[in-house]
């Protein structure tokens, strides 16, 4: 996983911009000690800036890139798997990553998600319906959170799949609780 953020800033820091530019020599200490992949958890903001360095890390050290998207998970307020708006935006988000940087030979997987099982099988970032809410026990509440999360995942790996064919999907979990649910509602997720 590679997200260098320097001493005093937070996850929120822009380090594709940074004009220090730690990829170099980040890359050049990941080459010697073997790596060939690292994992993005979200691309930045410029496009530009991305490409510069997705193209440092595959051209000087020949390594390669899984982009993802956290798909909301750890925003505030908490995401809701069942508003059809929030749901949309995240999808928009995801198409456009895949189509911004589906063409650089860098990018070898799209990880969808983040421990984002972790709203139905931690009770972190919780979220719910009124639906979901009159189900008589908090284990078919839980199952159901689940079955609509991994199908809305799979519904965007299909999308994926119908403008980026080349690259494999990933759906990104934390721990193993509700793979069963994952099994039978992502047919279209290539790697766990």
């Given at each position: ?5 320097p ?28 790596v060939?992949?690292?994992r ?10 991305v ?30 798997y ?7 935006k ?57 079955r609509?999360?991994y ?11 119908k403008?980026?064919s ?27």
């Amino acid at each position: 996983c590679y997200n260098p953020i320097p001493v005093g800033k937070d996850y929120e820091y822009n380090f594709w911009g940074d004009t220090n530019k730690p990829w170099l020599i980040d890359g050049e200490l990941m080459k010697k000690a073997g790596v060939n992949t690292v994992r993005i958890y979200r691309p930045g903001k410029n496009p530009e800036e991305v490409k510069k360095v997705l193209n440092d890390l595959y051209s000087r050290f020949g390594i390669r890139a899984l982009m993802g998207h956290y798909l909301g998970f750890w925003s505030w307020p908490a995401p809701n798997y069942t508003d059809e708006n929030f749901k949309e935006k995240m999808r928009a988000e995801v198409l456009e990553m895949v189509r911004l940087y589906k063409d650089s030979p860098a990018v070898l997987m799209w990880i969808l998600g983040n421990e984002n099982n972790y709203s139905f099988d931690r009770n972190v970032q919780h979220w719910s319906s009124d639906a979901i809410d009159s189900l008589p026990t908090k284990e078919e509440q839980r199952k159901e959170r689940a079955r609509i999360y991994y199908s809305y995942v799979n519904s965007i790996a299909k999308d994926i799949k119908k403008i980026d064919s080349n690259h494999p999907v990933v759906l990104g979990v934390g721990e193993t609780a509700s793979l069963d649910i994952a099994k039978t509602q992502c047919p279209d997720i290539d790697v766990i």
